[in-house]
């Protein structure tokens, strides 16, 4: 795998969870709102008797892929933190998952099991020899770019774009018909994983207010769809939002200005969160 390509990323991250399986951490999961919209070495210096590992990559992939690659790790002292894109719920649109094992498998390392359609084999072709085009013509970003395994940092943080220029983007909207797909594997995640003492926190992501506006539907949808998961946000939908210059490409994807109000809201979610659990063990 060439250093230039995002999904290098996921192999740092997989050696991360690898390495601290015996550890007691917090992970996160959830898309690219993650992988390029938190500081993890900010919150490893609150809370230092766990290892922070940003597991969050592209929501394409769907959140039971994240669920998949971390669920072997853990101890029953992690705390996992879910902060996933709202169209991940949407059933056409479940993430592309057949893709993802293509993916993954170029970096042995993945035990994801999916059956693979000739579509997505196609698409994963078409999209590699596109790759090989760019690498022979060298017109990938230069060593700066975010686009590339160098861009992650030690706890899974994408920050090669941190101090950049906001860049305009396209909004996100209410879909014309919103269809979920089944909360079963999430639920089972939940019911099995709280059992075994593990916390599960779900925070929703930043978001562009624009956006946000444009999607009271979907977000309303999410809501009741991780209810009946078993899952109730931590901090409310309508607070994690901000004003479009935190962004840079995207609705989901935040500047350093950002990044820092979003972490220092999760920051404050897991101190609750984590005394409210020690005092009720006591």
Same mark, same amino acid.
């Given at each position: ?7 290098? =990323?996921?192999?740092? !991250? ?46 394409? *992939? ?13 101890? $029953? ?5 879910? #902060? ?28 994801? &099991?999916?059956?693979?359609?000739? @579509? ?6 078409? %999209? ?9 013509? /060298?017109?990938?970003?230069? &060593? ?11 706890? /899974? ?9 906001? &860049? ?8 014309? !018909?919103?269809? #979920? #797909?089944?909360?079963? *594997? ?10 075994? =003492?593990? @916390? ?7 978001? %562009? ?6 999607? !009271? +539907?979907?977000?309303?949808?999410? #809501?009741?769809?991780? $209810?009946?998961? =078993? ?13 479009? !210059? ?29 005394? %409210?659990?020690?005092? +009720?063990?006591?």
């Amino acid at each position: 795998m060439s250093d230039y390509d995002f999904d290098g =990323g996921l192999k740092l !991250k997989h050696q991360l969870l690898k390495k601290n399986k015996d550890t007691k951490k917090i992970i996160f999961i959830g898309g690219s709102n993650l992988a390029l919209g938190l500081n993890s070495n900010k919150i490893q210096s609150s809370f230092p008797d766990y290892q922070i590992i940003n597991y969050g990559h592209r929501f394409h *992939y769907g959140l039971d892929f994240y669920i998949s690659e971390i669920k072997n790790y853990l101890n $029953k002292n992690d705390i996992i933190v879910i #902060v996933p894109e709202y169209q991940l719920i949407l059933d056409d649109y479940f993430g592309n998952q057949a893709l993802a094992k293509l993916r993954i498998e170029n970096l042995n390392y993945s035990d994801f &099991k999916i059956d693979i359609s000739p @579509r997505d084999f196609l698409s994963y072709a078409n %999209e590699r020899f596109r790759f090989l085009i760019k690498l022979r013509e /060298g017109t990938f970003p230069n &060593k700066n770019s975010h686009n590339r395994e160098s861009a992650f940092n030690e706890f /899974g943080d994408c920050n090669a774009h941190w101090y950049w220029n906001h &860049k305009k983007h396209q909004d996100y909207i209410d879909p014309d !018909k919103i269809e #979920v #797909v089944s909360t079963n *594997y999430l639920k089972s995640f939940t019911d099995n994983f709280t059992k075994r =003492g593990n @916390r599960i926190l779900l925070i929703p992501p930043m978001y %562009e207010k624009n956006s946000f506006k444009l999607s !009271k +539907n979907l977000i309303e949808a999410n #809501v009741e769809y991780y $209810k009946k998961a =078993g899952l109730n946000y931590a901090y409310p939908t309508d607070k994690m939002i901000l004003d479009s !210059k935190y962004f840079y490409d995207s609705p989901y994807h935040l500047l350093y200005e950002g990044i820092e109000i979003k972490t220092n809201i999760i920051i404050s979610i897991l101190m609750k969160n984590i005394k %409210e659990r020690t005092y +009720n063990m006591q």
